[in-house]
């Protein structure tokens, strides 16, 4: 039995080498000969498309997920979910976790990958459950990451854990690109012989190793690998499909995929990614190699971002500095896992503290709403002087979070009766509030074009 293989190039390798700007015209333009290609399945929705369909593109992305279901007739689509996050940055309630996923499923999902910046099991709980439910393959990710307790048997653990949650398949999830091969081999084999799952490795190029972490990882019997189509993969993104093809070709672990198809698809998205060449879009040092990451264990996203917010301060004389206080607080936040929304928390963090000239002097909301267990457990226990510097003695919860929301989504579809037109619109209303409801009231009461409103008044005063 061959390795499976899952195409991220509709959706983790546009995210990651283009701020997820791919247009639903230029995904279904490759979609129909990706179709073809013989893949265990295409990853083409969830993580940021949601938020930049609405937010970016003027487009909705639920008729994006059931226009790329038209068109994909013989592969299973995926999406990445964020546990009780969904697909924004805060928890939601029980009852909109459950309707996004039986809406998503609805309109075309067959897997949905589900995952915890934290690891935090309660979190994932509503997603898991309401897939099954609906009669979804629920993939359960693990975010993986290096620390004094993040160690391969904190993951079988946690792989046991998942099983018993009631997982079809389990995903170790290296969204920073540090899992090293040899990591990678003990890992696979280890949860291999632990549980009965099927086992996914999804990664990223960015350190420059994940070629050879892949290598590793099929010979340590790994059942699925996420790879992108060469025009969006490598980078940032994800190794190149084309490439494991051939290398794995007439091997026991040959994917089987049909080449033509491939070529045709990759040949069309050319074209996009010369598009945002040429407009400066994709920057090409997001094409590139950073083995700064394996020092440092930050997210080729992570590294981008916190430049950006040293340029802005005037300030990238600090950036090295920058570099070395992000582990710092990571050990004094208990060890999260750097994969949003804990990687912009704990980067802002470091910048704010390096900045200042003074640990924790400045503290975003977002950090203090983690210190007071709004986003569940720290993986390690957190530094007790720097908690209390800066939350006191307040008290921190230490119920599963989503317990303490009461449920929403009636409420939505009641207040926002007079715009919204489907149950898919009163969900994109409750995780992107304001820009949703921009987007709905120009979708259906569009204002006229400007030109239109020139033309009429010339003709007016003719």
Not at 20 to 44: F, Q
Not at 225 to 230: E, K
Request: charged share 25%.
């Amino acid at each position: 039995m061959g390795v499976k293989i899952v195409d991220t190039a509709l959706r983790d390798g546009p995210q990651s080498l283009i701020a997820t700007r791919i247009t639903t015209e230029e995904v279904l333009a490759a979609a129909k000969d990706m179709d073809n290609a013989g893949y265990y399945a295409m990853e083409v929705w969830g993580g940021a498309t949601f938020d930049a369909c609405l937010r970016f593109l003027n487009e909705d992305p639920w008729e994006r997920l059931r226009e790329i279901r038209k068109v994909c007739k013989n592969t299973k689509l995926q999406m990445l979910f964020r546990g009780q996050n969904i697909l924004g940055y805060h928890h939601y309630a029980d009852d909109v976790v459950e309707k996004f996923v039986q809406k998503s499923i609805e309109n075309g999902i067959d897997i949905i990958r589900v995952f915890d910046a934290l690891n935090d099991i309660r979190n994932l709980k509503s997603a898991v459950e309401a897939t099954k439910k609906y009669k979804g393959h629920c993939q359960i990710a693990l975010s993986y990451t290096t620390s004094p307790i993040h160690t391969i048997e904190y993951y079988v653990n946690l792989a046991k854990e998942v099983e018993k949650l009631g997982a079809d398949s389990l995903c170790i999830k290296d969204m920073a690109g540090v899992l090293l091969p040899d990591a990678a081999y003990e890992l696979i084999s280890k949860l291999k012989a632990n549980t009965k799952l099927p086992i996914e490795l999804h990664s990223h190029c960015t350190g420059g190793i994940c070629q050879l972490t892949y290598m590793k990882a099929i010979e340590a019997g790994v059942d699925i690998i996420d790879t992108a189509l060469s025009p969006f993969s490598d980078g940032t993104s994800q190794p190149t499909t084309e490439a494991f093809n051939y290398a794995l070709k007439g091997t026991k672990y040959d994917p089987k995929l049909n080449q033509d198809a491939l070529d045709k698809a990759a040949a069309t998205l050319s074209k996009t990614k010369q598009k945002y060449l040429d407009n400066g879009t994709l920057n090409p040092k997001s094409l590139g190699v950073n083995p700064n990451i394996l020092k440092y264990q930050v997210p080729g996203g992570m590294l981008s971002n916190l430049m950006s917010q040293l340029k802005a301060q005037g300030a990238m004389d600090k950036y090295d500095e920058v570099l070395k206080e992000v582990p710092r607080v990571r050990k004094d936040m208990g060890y999260p896992p750097l994969v949003t929304p804990l990687s912009q928390m704990v980067g802002t963090q470091a910048v704010m503290n390096v900045i200042t000239g003074e640990r924790y002097k400045m503290v975003p909301k977002e950090i203090k709403e983690y210190l007071h267990g709004n986003y569940g457990a720290a993986p390690a226990p957190v530094d007790e002087a720097i908690k209390k510097q800066i939350i006191g003695d307040d008290e921190v919860i230490t119920c599963r979070p989503a317990d303490l929301i009461a449920p929403e989504f009636e409420a939505y579809k009641e207040k926002y009766k007079d715009l919204v037109k489907s149950d898919e619109d009163v969900l994109s209303i409750a995780l992107f509030e304001n820009v949703a409801i921009k987007f709905l009231e120009e979708k259906y009461n569009p204002r006229p074009k400007i030109e239109a409103i020139i033309d009429e008044f010339n003709l007016n005063v003719r």
